[in-house]
């Protein structure tokens, strides 16, 4: 049988204590740009010396907050042959939205993490890593949203990039009473509630069984105030059975494989079709339309991200024969040779959360411009594609 237990009258109300058999778990609620959640993340742990102590991070959240120098271990041709630049790219700005927070509320984000694994080391206590791996998370999300409600998010991500609004102090008090980066989500949520299920919701279920998992009977759990309520509610339930389910990346849906072949089935067989009942020249003609039409607007899109003219040149050639595969796409080419004609150094991995806040940061930073450069060929091909496409279609008419 399973009860809360009165919160001691010692702490704040954002600690609850939740019991679970013999087991007494004591979870933190706190912000993670606030120093005075890290400060009583230290309290109840030096005061309660639990068997474990479970922080709300994943094994790749924790390396980048302890390890200093990070950046210099980061191999972005690995990442690029992967197809993890769009991961990277939104860790990225949540970092980058988190950290212009912190600046101003005069902590750095994730300070309350960092203390709870710093506090437990000095105790000889073992910590518990208890959130999902961000890139399962993360690619849920996009799976969970439509194209066009995709459009909306990135677009609020951008935005969130360049606003400067200074907040006043209401709302920096506002602010460090809760999970900063759950709160720009919930936000989100109320037009994308598919967004809020799986970042808030299934994360929850997440840290709960994670932590019921945990070993010892008296446990303290770090997690951020926005997980704070549906982590001690799943907590209370059991559901282990759903561990498996949400912390997989949905496939493709066929339909989508489908459609990824179907594009270069159309545009080459209309092209054979051209060349069997209009002669070799026309089909001549229209394979030379393709090759501009893709090539020069992916070459454009290389140019405005002021690329090295090799990956220019590499957009104008990769963009007509990545257009007729799903397998790889242009940006991912035209990312993968300005890494290796100009490579970033590790000072431009360091202040690439900063230059990420103005215009000229993009184009000043060689990380950030492998970005553009990842970007902007592979939508000039997008447009190329249906361009080129829709022309050579019309020709069978």
């Known amino acids: ?163 400067n609004t200074a907040m006043d102090e209401d709302k920096i008090n506002e602010l460090k009473k809760q999970d900063v980066l759950s709160e720009l989500l919930n936000e989100l949520g109320q037009s994308l509630p598919e967004l809020k299920i799986v970042i808030i919701d299934e994360r929850d279920t997440y840290l709960a069984e994670k932590i019921k998992s945990s070993q010892g009977k008296k446990l303290v759990a770090v997690v951020g105030a926005g997980h704070l309520e549906g982590t001690i509610k799943a907590l209370r339930e059991d559901r282990a059975a759903m561990m498996d389910r949400i912390n997989v990346i949905p496939p493709v849906s066929p339909i989508w494989k489908v459609l990824g072949w179907a594009v270069p089935a159309l545009i080459i067989g209309s092209i054979m079709f051209i060349a069997l009942h209009k002669g070799g020249a026309v089909a001549g003609d229209n394979v030379i339309y393709w090759i501009l039409a893709n090539g020069i607007p992916s070459a454009i899109g290389a140019a405005i991200a002021l690329a090295h003219p090799f990956t220019i040149i590499g957009a104008f050639v990769a963009a007509p024969i990545t257009s007729l595969t799903p397998i790889i796409g242009a940006g991912y080419v035209t990312a993968f040779i300005q890494v290796m004609v100009m490579p970033p150094v590790v000072r431009e991995f360091e202040t690439a959360l900063d230059d990420m806040t103005t215009f000229k940061g993009w184009w000043r930073n060689k990380l950030l411009k492998v970005i553009l450069a990842f970007l902007l060929p592979g939508f000039g091909s997008m447009i190329g594609t249906w361009v080129g496409g829709a022309k050579i279609v019309s020709n069978l008419f």
């Open 1 to 163: 049988m399973q009860s809360d237990t009165p919160v001691e009258a010692k702490y704040p109300p954002e600690v609850r204590t939740v019991k679970l058999g013999e087991r007494t778990i004591i979870l933190v609620g706190t912000a993670h740009v606030s120093q005075q959640s890290a400060d009583l993340v230290r309290q109840v742990i030096e005061s309660e010396n639990p068997d474990c102590v479970c922080i709300e991070l994943d094994q790749k959240r924790y390396d980048s907050l302890v390890q200093k120098k990070r950046w210099e271990a980061l191999d972005l041709k690995q990442i690029i042959r992967t197809k993890q630049l769009s991961t990277l790219v939104v860790n990225l700005v949540l970092a980058s939205y988190q950290k212009k927070l912190g600046a101003q509320l005069g902590v750095l984000p994730g300070s309350e993490l960092l203390e709870a694994a710093k506090v437990a080391k000095e105790c000889g206590i073992p910590i518990a890593l208890c959130d999902r791996e961000v890139r399962v998370t993360l690619r849920r999300a996009w799976r969970a949203t439509s194209f066009w409600k995709k459009s909306y998010l990135l677009a609020n991500l951008a935005a969130s990039l360049f606003d």
